[in-house]
């Protein structure tokens, strides 16, 4: 149905093998027969969690980003280990990060976050029945925990506080199911 528009890898090149990135420079026919070069980065996938705690505050985090060269408030994330499950995986990232497990977990969404140069995807969950415990930060990740409520993030997207893609779209999310306006499956 949409060969209109597809392109077809005539032949792959690995222009980059990094230790967690891999760039890929690929020759492809263009849906008109034409060819081209297309860059894109492979990356194993990630999740997100949005963890909400029994007063309804969301429990967010602020770390630095390099490449960016400045901090970021966000929602706990983190890469999918090979062969892992993703909701093993947000529970494992929202305990390394945060130090808190959750009794309840609900699926939210997949997103794809930069789609023009990486296969990267998300899986969004939503986290409740939280408990504290202790933080198990990876060796070199510094990360700061705190709480916000919903209308409190829906300003900090606004104000532009808040522009790390996931969190945005997990603030709406949020706000989707607050108003009843969204359920989950």
């Excluded at 296969?119 to 925990?145: C, N, Q």
Aim: aromatic content about 10%; overall charge negative.
């Amino acid at each position: 149905m949409d060969k209109h528009l597809k392109e077809t890898k005539i032949d792959s090149e690995l222009a980059y093998n990094g230790g967690f990135l891999k760039v890929h420079r690929d020759t492809v026919a263009l849906p008109d027969g034409k060819h081209t070069k297309r860059e894109y980065i492979r990356h194993p996938g990630a999740v997100v969690i949005i963890p909400v705690l029994d007063d309804g505050q969301v429990l967010l985090e602020r770390q630095y980003r390099y490449p960016n060269d400045r901090v970021f408030i966000e929602l706990p994330a983190g890469k999918i280990d090979p062969g892992e499950d993703p909701l093993a995986c947000a529970i494992r990232e929202l305990e390394e990060e945060t130090g808190y497990t959750g009794t309840d977990w609900q699926f939210v969404a997949t997103i794809h976050n930069a789609i023009a140069y990486s296969d990267e995807h998300l899986d969004i969950y939503l986290a409740r029945g939280l408990s504290a415990g202790e933080v198990k930060l990876d060796d070199g990740e510094f990360i700061e925990t705190f709480t916000a409520s919903v209308d409190q993030m829906l300003d900090w997207v606004r104000s532009g506080q808040i522009t790390d893609v996931k969190t945005v779209i997990g603030t709406f999310w949020l706000d989707k199911l607050r108003s009843g306006d969204w359920k989950l499956d």
